[in-house]
């Protein structure tokens, strides 16, 4: 006999309720499900969207100091512009970037101290709008200038235009109370000297050593894009020096300069002139008397010159007059044709700002006979290798900075480059030397 066994309908009544609870759940985490998923979707799309609108906000950047670093900073300006890849992926307009910031007299009130300037270079802004496909974002672009020397770099070791794969040296006792910027790179030449930092563009010298004589890496902080100003051949940004006599970049030519002060006075080595403070024996010897105060004038030298006597100021009544009087510029320069500039004669001392330039046609080594004295002056070589011969093995101090594209050779005594000490001479003097150029892009409003 089989007996059939009945269901208790409690039971029954508890797998519906478990199997309901069971479906409930499920419906609840694929709804959870189906939710996080659809923030994830959003939250991609609004991150896709940023990320188009940050790239395009760093393509208008890039697109703005592309067009600033071309054609504003080594050249006298450019006209307004409208830049773009098109119109969802970057678009900056320009404006006010009409003049080279080579040329800028003024400063600005907002200069902020870790620029490149450290407050102490010259600037002006230009405005860009930069537009990332949904709205616009304004900038001001500060087009700032400084000489060399504005944060203490006294000695500038360039490359040069004329041979631009030749290396040059520095040799000697040569040393350097600031900094040293050096354009060359590690393997250049033997740049031999003793300074107090140095940069380079690849890094470390081998012959750079303190003022103790003990073996330095450079002081390689980030450097901005820097021009000293369009040239024949490049647009400046990788240390060459033309700056003596520069017809494509006017604002930061030496011989410009000195002209747009009215009337200088103009000798040729190859023409007699026995008057006034300038003279010329016509056989290649060009004197200066540094002592004719408010008699001697700016002095453009043109060319037939081999011999340069800069006669200083020997007693207390020279050094008197000429400690008042405003900087002076001597610039010259070799013709294709005629003498070489072969000798550079210092005597006495000087007190009067120097700014001092020369330009051979081609490289040769120049001779500069130097007195156990100090001359304050900024001195701008190019194609001329110097050869420093102190008196007696002396000591021979230029106080204020030395450019040059060419070698560099102590043979006797020491040559010492020192800071200009007194603030209201190099604050009159900075305005008149030539300059690198650099952008900045700074937010003009949160």
């Given at each position: ?192 000297l003793q300074a107090q930092w140095y ?30 100003g369009l040239t024949a051949v490049n ?212």
């Amino acid at each position: 006999m089989k007996f059939r066994r009945s269901r208790n309908r409690s039971e029954e009544g508890g797998v519906l309720v478990f199997s309901l609870l069971v479906m409930l759940v499920s419906s609840f985490g694929m709804l959870a499900f189906v939710t996080l998923v659809q923030a994830r979707g959003q939250a991609v799309n609004a991150m896709e969207e940023a990320i188009q609108r940050r790239t395009a906000q760093a393509n208008a950047k890039v697109l703005a100091t592309e067009y600033i670093n071309r054609l504003v900073l080594p050249e006298n300006g450019a006209a307004d512009a409208t830049l773009s890849f098109n119109s969802s992926w970057g678009t900056a307009t320009i404006t006010n970037a009409n003049s080279s910031p080579h040329g800028i007299t003024g400063g600005l009130s907002n200069q902020h101290e870790v620029s490149p300037a450290f407050g102490s270079g010259y600037a002006a802004t230009s405005d860009i709008t930069v537009n990332d496909g949904i709205s616009d974002q304004s900038y001001n672009l500060l087009l700032a200038s400084r000489a060399g020397q504005g944060t203490g770099e006294l000695f500038h070791l360039h490359r040069s235009q004329a041979y631009p794969n030749s290396l040059a040296t520095v040799d000697g006792l040569f040393r350097v109370y600031g900094g040293v910027r050096s354009w060359y790179a590690a393997s250049a030449g033997a740049v031999s000297l003793q300074a107090q930092w140095y940069w380079s563009p690849e890094g470390f010298l081998p012959g750079m050593a303190n003022l103790s004589g003990v073996q330095m890496i450079p002081s390689n902080f980030t450097n901005v894009s820097m021009t000293k100003g369009l040239t024949a051949v490049n647009r400046g940004y990788d240390g060459t020096l033309n700056v003596v006599r520069n017809n494509v970049a006017v604002e930061n030519s030496l011989e410009q300069m000195a002209s747009s002060f009215g009337a200088p006075d103009y000798v040729n080595g190859g023409s007699v002139d026995n008057t006034g403070a300038v003279t010329s024996d016509g056989a290649g010897t060009v004197e200066v008397r540094l002592q004719a105060g408010d008699q001697l004038s700016h002095v453009l030298i043109e060319g037939n010159t081999s011999t340069l006597v800069l006669r200083g100021q020997t007693n207390s009544s020279h050094l008197g007059n000429e400690d008042a009087m405003p900087p002076l510029y001597i610039v010259g320069w070799d013709n294709q044709t005629g003498n070489r500039l072969t000798r550079i004669e210092l005597e006495g001392q000087n007190v009067r700002p120097l700014i001092l330039a020369y330009k051979r046609w081609d490289r040769g080594n120049v001779v500069v006979d130097a007195p156990q004295e100090t001359w304050r002056g900024y001195g701008y070589f190019e194609n001329c290798q110097l050869d420093f011969a102190v008196s007696g093995n002396g000591i021979f101090l230029w106080k204020g900075g030395l450019h040059t594209d060419s070698d560099v050779d102590v043979t006797g005594g020491i040559v010492e480059v020192v800071p200009e000490d007194n603030p209201t001479k190099a604050a009159a003097a900075q305005p008149l030397l030539p300059r690198y150029a650099w952008a900045e892009l700074i937010l003009d409003s949160p």
